[in-house]
T-cell receptor
Framework: KQEVTQIPAALSVPEGENLVLNCSFT??????LQWFRQDPGKGLTSLLL?????REQTSGRLNASLDKSSGRSTLYIAASQPGDSATYLC????????????FGDGTTLTVKP | KAGVTQTPRYLIKTRGQQVTLSCSPI?????VSWYQQTPGQGLQFLFE???????NKGNFPGRFSGRQFSNSRSEMNVSTLELGDSALYLC??????????FGAGTRLSVL
């Protein structure tokens, strides 16, 4: 059974800092890994998707990496802004592309002005 | 292109009632998944539909059911509501590139 862990559960940084969020998974046979952002009481917004054959994806100030063999993904946020404050979740899809995506519990990020 | 639309946004029910939630996926998306999100359990998978067929099901009791119509719109039904069913219910449609797009959710409160 796939388990996804995100550490830390919460993170507070001053504006302008670069930061890394971590996502670990127990079963390396994945199809893809997706990072999401969730604002309080809202749905999830897709940030980046990394296919199992890829090592990283970039979008603006965000960079996500994937190391399947070690069961890890990181989300790097450059030059953080108060608007980046949200909960960040990672989700892993199984290797067969069938079945459910397994989500981590998320890291709640607060960027202080 | 319109995003994933979930209705209603908020719902208040009492124990024992039943409820139906609706999800309209992004145009062209044929896969729809439902999730329950609570502070204690996080995001838990309910079921996935593809072309009107249930493809996968999570570990929820039979009180939770769903269906998908020929236009890919999906509904989720919960019968005999319990207090513990209070949650944010999220629907996601999946593109051909396997990217999941989520709706804003339906916040269900069971009193």
């Amino acid at each position: 059974k796939q388990e996804v862990t995100q550490i830390p559960a919460a993170l507070s940084v001053p504006e302008g800092e670069n930061l890394v969020l971590n996502c670990s998974f127990t079963d390396s046979a994945i199809y893809n890994l997706q990072w999401f952002r969730q604002d309080p009481g809202k749905g999830l917004t897709s940030l980046l998707l990394i296919q199992s054959s890829q090592r990283e994806q970039t979008s603006g100030r965000l960079n996500a990496s994937l190391d399947k063999s070690s069961g890890r993904s990181t989300l790097y946020i450059a030059a953080s802004q108060p608007g980046d404050s949200a909960t960040y979740l990672c989700a892993v899809r199984p290797g067969s592309n069938a079945g459910k995506s397994t989500f981590g519990d998320g890291t709640t990020l607060t960027v202080k002005p | 292109k319109a995003g994933v639309t979930q209705t209603p946004r908020y719902l208040i029910k009492t124990r024992g009632q039943q409820v139906t939630l609706s999800c309209s996926p992004i145009s062209g998306h044929r896969s729809v998944s439902w999730y329950q999100q609570t502070p204690g359990q996080g995001l838990q998978f309910l079921f996935e539909y593809f072309s009107e067929t249930q493809r996968n099901k999570g570990n929820f009791p039979g009180r939770f059911s769903g269906r998908q119509f020929s236009n890919s719109r999906s509904e989720m039904n919960v019968s005999t509501l319990e207090l513990g069913d209070s949650a944010l219910y999220l629907c996601a449609s999946k593109s051909g590139e396997n990217i999941q797009y989520f709706g804003a959710g339906t916040r269900l409160s069971v009193l």
